[in-house]
């Protein structure tokens, strides 16, 4: 009984599982080629033999993890917030920052969305469904779902207003406001992700919960230059080959900026209201900077490493070879 409840708990528990499967492997794969060697070659030579052809193996794996960043990796890339600062940006802690325009000093995206002939936003941020869209809905639930439509459209963001049509906030200048650029939504997902978690992991800001905020928009400065619109051949070969041949990467910086919302009653039954900015309340924005990480450091240090012990364990074998030939002379020296 004892030994049928550890059998089965080897065979429930996924760590134990694994762990005796890759026991297992090493000692009959590579402990079956250690036992050929050793009994063909004695086994000093075999072990050394043995542990030579493994850290040439390890050389090589780890070169394919360093070069695909693969296998043992290090730390991944991701995004350190250095400073959370709540209303004017001309007071922030980041120099770099502070060029950044205030959020009150450019357009919202609804009055961009006016103030322009852009087809494409008109159509998604500046129109209401109609009844001859919706012919099921009584006259009521129609006027519901216009002012919900309407509400959708007057609290579009900069960011999402980006992604939908990029051209038309290029030509408003949010592409360049002081070296700062609007990232639309599709690219803003990571910081945007870092951001929320920073903001609830500091309850002194007074935020509990992400229902408080809204995430408003995305900026992003420095790093590796980008690609220009529309590139030719020649651009994405050239910005390729200049790219990968910087040695040093620029500090790159994001601000993702909130604003809490006002407390709206949840009616039992719908969806729940769109949120709606406190305009009375300031806005936070947190400053990060990229931290590139290590993916390709730890494959990197165990090909230097095992480089070296597999060079080291060749010149163990070429130093036998030589002091066995030389004794071999001697031997056949004083046969003559």
Known sequence: MGISATLAG??????????????????????????????NSGIRVGTLLAFAAFFGWMFIMSTTWWMYGKGWQGDS??????????????????????????????NTGYELVILSDNARATAEFDSLPTAADNPDLSADELSALQADRQVRNETVTRSELAAVSPDMTEAAGWHDLNGWRLLPTTEAGDSQAQAVAD?????????????????????????????????????????????????????????????????????????PPRPIVDEAEPVVSVIMVRDLGSVRLRPALVMVGSLMVFLALCYWLHVRDREDMARRKEFEAARA
């Open 199 to 271: 903001i609830l992991a500091h309850p002194d800001i007074g935020f509990v919960s992400a229902a408080e905020f809204k995430l408003l928009d995305a900026y992003s400065t420095g790093g590796k230059p980008r690609l220009a619109e529309n590139p030719s051949r020649i651009d994405r070969i050239t910005h390729w080959i200049s790219n990968s041949a910087r040695i040093t990467h620029p500090t790159r910086y994001s601000v993702v900026q909130l604003q809490r919302v006002l407390d709206q009653p949840t009616i039992p039954g719908e969806a």
């Open 10 to 39: 080897i065979a429930w528990d996924p760590n134990i599982a694994a762990t005796l499967a890759v026991l297992t492997g090493v000692v009959v794969l590579m402990g079956s080629v250690w036992f050929l060697l050793t009994t």
């Open 77 to 106: 890339p991701s995004w350190q917030t250095v400073d959370i600062n709540v209303g004017d940006l001309r007071v922030s802690g980041l120099a770099k920052a502070r060029d950044l325009p205030n959020p009150d000093e450019l």
